[in-house]
C-alpha cells in the first residue's frame, strides 16, 4: 500500500474529506498542515498548485478532493 501525503490547513473542508476518504481507504495519511509550514506552502505555490489538499501519492499528484484517484491508490 502506498503512502500519501495530503498538503492542507485545518479549516479546509476538501482537506478533511479527502484524508478521512483515505483512512476509510487504508491509506496511511503523512498531513502537513501548511498553516504550520509556509515554506512548503510557498514551494507548492511555485510549483503552480493553486487549490488545497495537494496530494502526492507516490508519482502522481493532484488538487482538491477526488475519491476517484483515491480509490486507485494501491
Known amino acids: ?3 500519501i501525503t495530503v498538503y492542507g490547513r485545518a479549516s479546509c473542508v476538501q482537506c478533511k474529506a479527502t484524508t478521512d ?3 476509510q481507504l487504508g491509506l496511511t495519511v503523512n498531513y502537513v ?3 504550520k509550514d ?3 506552502e510557498c514551494r507548492l505555490v511555485q510549483e503552480g ?3 488545497l ?3 502526492q ?3 502522481h499528484c493532484w ?3 477526488r475519491p476517484d484517484l483515491l480509490g486507485k491508490v494501491k
Do not use: E, F
Request: hydrophobic letters at 30%.
Open 49 to 51: 498548485h493553486r487549490q
Open 33 to 35: 498542515d501548511l498553516d
Open 1 to 3: 500500500m502506498t503512502d
Open 21 to 23: 476518504k483515505a483512512a
Open 63 to 65: 488538487t482538491g478532493y
Open 53 to 55: 489538499p495537494v496530494v
Open 57 to 59: 501519492a507516490g508519482d
Open 38 to 40: 509556509p515554506d512548503t
